[in-house]
């Protein structure tokens, strides 16, 4: 099992978005049968056999093992992945793309669809992937927003500079920096 798979195919995406199959699969984070998975979930096995075949059409659902129970073979499946990652392209595009400032939310929501392709087309297989992910929490006062992003602006473009030459390993570097939501903490 993957821990994640990357869902680009809009047949992937439908076979996933149904509230039923959701269940289904989360059921079958552990190899299960059919029956055994309609067991839990309080419905017939046909029922069930009909959406693991649809999920499994479409990539989302393997089959692991089979046993003999009576006279009848029966699967045992597994689903492919820990989580399911779709592809913001699934939705595509309304109305032309336009040039944005890159303190615009429409900038961010471009860039992080970027970063997920990006990331998503990375050999899961590859014995080591060098990378870093942070995220952390800063708190600016209102007053200080603008020479925060400043700050923040002129550090990375020092990165730039200092590292941006034509040998070695090509890296991508992308931050975000937006407001939090409010939360109740």
């Known amino acids: 099992m993957r821990d994640v798979l990357y869902l680009d195919q809009v047949e992937q995406a439908e076979a996933l978005l149904k509230p039923q199959r959701i269940e289904v699969l989360r059921q079958l984070a552990e190899p299960r049968s059919c029956t055994q998975v309609a067991s839990r979930l309080d419905q017939t096995p046909q029922r069930v056999y009909y959406h693991v075949k649809r999920l499994a059409d479409a990539g989302l659902v393997t089959q692991v093992s089979e046993r003999r129970v009576r006279a009848i073979h029966e699967g045992i499946y597994q689903a492919a992945a820990r989580s399911y990652w ?3 392209r699934l939705v595509g595009r309304i109305g032309p793309q336009t040039s944005r400032d890159a303190l615009s939310l ?4 471009d860039l992080m669809e970027e970063v997920q392709a990006d990331v998503a087309a990375l050999d899961p297989s590859a014995p080591e992937l060098p990378s870093i992910g942070v995220s952390g929490e800063i708190r600016v006062r209102p007053e200080q927003r603008q020479e925060f992003l400043a700050d923040l602006r002129s550090t990375l473009q020092d990165l ?26």
Not at 106 to 109: A, E, H
Not at 161 to 182: I, N, Q, S
């Open 86 to 88: 779709l592809s913001p």
């Open 160 to 185: 730039f500079t200092r590292y941006g030459g034509a040998e070695g390993d090509a890296f991508k570097l992308a931050v975000a920096c937006y407001p939090k939501g409010r939360t109740d903490d």
């Open 106 to 109: 429409g900038y961010l929501l």
